[in-house]
């Protein structure tokens, strides 16, 4: 058994599925899945994170299989979510049976079929207003058992259900990536690395490797001042957090401070800055005058609780609770050698990180978004200083929010040119091993002397 389940079975698993189950709900109501885990009951919560991922995972399957097998649809939303991560659960219990001897992916929860169908049972039939669902429930779990192999070979038709995101996300990636959508699909529901960024100010890589090593934490290099985790652990059981010694960032956002690779008392701006991580290398990188802006004021908080724990909040960094885009309310007119922009986007990027996100997001998004990131930046543009520089980045792999708004950008002003960059970063696994890189996009903009 894998170690995940059986630390998940000292936990009663009906508690842990109706849990799940008002996650889901929340979801498909429109909150994020971690809003709604920030919401579970502290014993509950890592449980019911593996099992509401391992759901988003399967959302497209399961709703399909629950289309096909319920005929009128309860007017209870729990009862229906709760049905969702039964049949994901029961689903994976049948395909673990099936590969006997080899064992699933260690994140995915694996639980005997009997166990699913008699702990989901309990959990509706403890509930005051899903008790009525009971026999229901118990009927299509177990038709579902015996049908299997049909029901998935009709419903695995659908392209939902067969890729497990919404169609239009799927159309959008096969338009844009002809040769590797089915990879990016795939991709998007492997878990994503743990990856720690050095604080070079109060550690090294060897040190912190070293640290690692003597609390049998396994890490491998990555750049200069990354450490990729060999299997994620919460923060407060890593050595150094407390002390500053490291941020948890991902391989594709460490990049950033080095295209900028700002010098000493440079002027700096880092427009989209919340929670921080960026901020963060970039005060680590140089000793720069620093102005850090969000929208959000909730957000921004934590950026100064990122510098003060990384001991990064000096003379010479400033926050600011601000709309980038309106420079009437926060900009004093004096220009900027470097600035980052680091955008809000649909976060399609990181899916393997946030499985609800493919759920929460409307098409219409894509382009409300791309909208806002067109102004912000166009609006940043004015405030970077002649011979200065840009960084546009977003965690997104929908060209119209990385290379088709840089390309536009070029053609809006004629005294930007681009310096090299990555550009669309894909986060395609290579030779089976998952990708140490979440889908970004980076571009580069000079503003001539
Ligand atoms: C992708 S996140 C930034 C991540 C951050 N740079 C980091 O590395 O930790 C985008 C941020 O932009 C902020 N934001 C959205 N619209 C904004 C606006 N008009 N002006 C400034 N910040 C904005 C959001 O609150 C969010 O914190």
């Given amino acids: 058994m894998p170690e995940s389940s059986s630390k998940l079975s000292r936990i009663s698993l009906s508690d842990t ?12 109501s429109g ?30 399957l399961v709703r399909a299989v629950s289309g096909m097998l319920v005929e009128r649809t309860p007017p209870y939303p729990l009862f229906n979510a709760l049905l969702l991560v039964a049949l994901a659960l029961l689903d ?5 049976l099936a590969q006997a001897g080899e064992p699933l992916r260690r994140d995915i929860p694996v639980y005997a079929v009997h166990t699913v169908v ?29 049908e299997r192999e049909a029901i998935l070979a009709q419903v695995l038709q659908q392209p939902e259900a067969r890729w497990n995101h919404p169609a239009w996300w799927i159309k ?40 690692l090593e003597a609390a049998g934490l396994e890490s ?21 957090f407390a002390q500053g010694w490291w941020s948890v960032q991902d391989a594709s956002a460490q990049q950033a401070a080095g295209l900028i690779d700002p010098k000493p008392g440079m002027r700096v701006l880092d427009a989209c800055a919340a929670p921080g991580g960026k901020t963060a290398h970039l005060l680590e990188w140089a000793d720069v005058q620093l102005q850090a802006l969000d929208a959000d004021a909730g957000r921004l908080e934590r950026v100064e609780q990122n510098l003060q724990r990384l001991g990064l909040m000096r003379p010479g960094v400033t926050l600011h609770c601000a709309d980038a885009a309106d420079l009437d309310s926060w900009w004093d007119g004096r220009g900027f050698d470097a600035v980052l922009a680091d955008v809000p986007c649909t976060a399609s990027g990181i899916v393997r990180r946030h499985p609800d996100i493919r759920w929460l997001r409307r098409e219409a998004d894509v382009a409300k978004t791309a909208g806002l990131q067109r102004k912000i930046v166009d609006a940043l543009w004015k405030t970077v200083s002649p011979g200065g520089c840009l960084l546009y980045s977003s965690c997104s792999i929908f060209p119209q929010e990385g290379e088709r708004q840089a390309e536009q950008f070029l053609k809006r002003h004629a005294e930007a040119s681009r310096l090299p960059a990555p550009g669309q970063i894909l986060p395609l696994a290579d030779a089976g091993r998952i990708s140490l890189y979440d889908g970004f996009f980076y571009a580069l903009f000079a503003k001539s002397p």
């Fill in 17 to 28: 599925m109706l849990s799940s189950a008002h996650n889901v709900d929340a979801v498909l």
């Fill in 31 to 60: 909150s994020s899945l971690s809003d709604s885990l920030a919401a579970t009951p502290g014993e509950l919560r890592a449980a019911s994170q593996a099992i509401s991922f391992h759901v988003m995972r399967r959302l497209g």
């Fill in 92 to 96: 994976t219990a049948c395909q673990a």
């Fill in 118 to 146: 008699d702990q989901a049972v309990e959990a509706a039939a403890g509930h005051r207003k899903m008790r009525t669902y009971k026999g229901l429930l118990n009927g299509t779990l177990r038709r579902f058992l015996r």
């Fill in 172 to 211: 959008q990636l096969q338009h844009a990536y002809p040769q590797e959508w089915e990879r990016l699909l795939e991709a998007a529901d492997q878990p994503g690395p743990m990856t720690l960024r050095i604080n070079l100010r109060r550690s090294s890589q060897a040190a912190m490797q070293e640290a």
């Fill in 220 to 240: 491998q290099p990555l750049g200069e001042a990354g450490l990729v985790l060999g299997h994620p652990r919460p923060v407060q059981q890593i050595p150094g």
